[in-house]
């Protein structure tokens, strides 16, 4: 097979504040590299560097050239909107320097970030592709104004109407967003784990003290964090035999960890660890006995897909995609703020954990969410769309 180049647009990407909200973009970058070259580009506004002055950071990761541009933003939009193009068209003439003529464009979550693609398929005729992760265009988030506005709606449909194919993370998205009129051919490609990082734990033991575990970006009108902390607080009246570890970092972890410290239950059943991430989670993720999510909106977060392939059940409400791959064997789905359904299922996961089949998670995983799987997927796809 001959490897061709890629340029992966992402709206967001790992950088040097530690965005995790770009993981799963990069972990698409790494099973398309398994067969293709891939550049990914990456601008952001960053007002902790100097006025004016604008950084360009140019970095490889698992073999991947990463541009990176950061810029001061300005207190108007319109002029923001001027300065993410320039700097998109900047990062692309970068990328093409260090790389050559590109074979296809991988855009990654709308908008913005179409406008180079575009420019690249009418002046030298290279097709793109869009993947969408956002919730934004789910029943339960329009209303909050993400998905609005005239310019922005009518951009969206002309990206989309442009593209040669557009893939979502679930069925569930592709079909909120063709419900607003966002036509194209859809095709699923689910988040990835890395499977050899995330396995089960072999000869795994009954312990006396049970671990949940719950992994956030600490997004609290999405995560919900405080009612898992709510429940936890309930449980600990009813049992004392396990302990809630909180993995992540974000601009609600304050607020949240001091809600928990309200519980009293800080350092006793409930423990934060900030930040993990590599072996350091996958071995958290292999040690827990449960996995929880309470979140309000989702598609399918890649936290998910880690548990299935460590063989850990999953507890989560029912929301965006995740019913497509929690079955009974694999979990426990509730119904989203509902605090004694939560308290409920944490009850059963405790005190039945044979419900679940670990095997059948681990081989699940294997079929749907390997690198190697996706990147097939995403190769077939570029096929389908004309790469050159």
Not at 5 to 32: C, E, S, T
Not at 41 to 70: C, M, P, W
Not at 161 to 182: G, P, R
Not at 350 to 359: I, K, M, N, V
Request: positive net charge.
């Amino acid at each position: 097979m001959i490897r061709k180049k890629i340029l992966f647009i992402a709206r967001w990407y790992p950088d040097k504040n530690d965005n995790m909200l770009g993981l799963f973009i990069q972990k698409h970058a790494r099973a398309v590299h398994e067969i293709h070259d891939v550049t990914v580009i990456y601008v952001t506004a960053d007002n902790s560097i100097e006025l004016e002055k604008t950084l360009i950071d140019e970095q490889n990761h698992f073999g991947i050239n990463e541009i990176r541009i950061y810029f001061r933003k300005s207190r108007f939009e319109l002029i923001n909107a001027f300065k993410y193009a320039y700097y998109y068209l900047k990062a692309v003439r970068i990328a093409e320097k260090k790389s050559g003529v590109f074979n296809l464009v991988h855009v990654h979550v709308l908008s913005r970030t179409a406008f180079p693609a575009i420019l690249l398929k009418f002046t030298k005729g290279i097709p793109y592709i869009i993947t969408e992760h956002w919730s934004r265009y789910l029943p339960v988030n329009l209303q909050n104004g993400s998905y609005s506005g005239i310019l922005r709606k009518g951009f969206t449909r002309v990206a989309v109407t442009l593209a040669s194919a557009v893939t979502t993370v679930t069925s569930n998205l592709a079909s909120a967003m063709q419900k607003l009129h966002l036509k194209n051919r859809y095709y699923i490609t689910p988040n990835i784990a890395d499977i050899h990082d995330f396995h089960p734990l072999e000869n795994k033991k009954e312990n006396s003290i049970k671990k949940l575990l719950h992994v956030s970006c600490f997004d609290e009108p999405a995560k919900n964090i405080m009612g898992i902390i709510n429940v936890i607080e309930r449980l600990s009246k009813l049992r004392n035999d396990f302990v809630l570890e909180i993995v992540g970092d974000g601009k609600d972890f304050q607020m949240v960890k001091n809600h928990a410290t309200q519980t009293g239950l800080l350092g006793k059943n409930i423990f934060f660890t900030g930040l993990l991430t590599g072996n350091e989670l996958s071995s958290k993720m292999r040690e827990a006995d449960a996995f929880v999510m309470f979140s309000n909106y989702e598609n399918l977060p890649c936290t998910i897909v880690e548990s299935l392939s460590s063989g850990v059940p999953v507890i989560s409400t029912n929301v965006g995609g995740i019913a497509e791959h929690i079955s009974s064997k694999f979990g426990l789905l509730i119904n989203p703020r509902n605090e004694s359904e939560l308290l409920n299922a944490i009850q059963k996961s405790l005190d039945f954990p044979e419900t679940f089949d670990r095997q059948a998670m681990r081989a699940y995983a294997l079929k749907h969410f390997s690198m190697e799987e996706s990147g097939k997927l995403f190769h077939e796809i570029y096929l389908k769309s004309g790469m050159k």
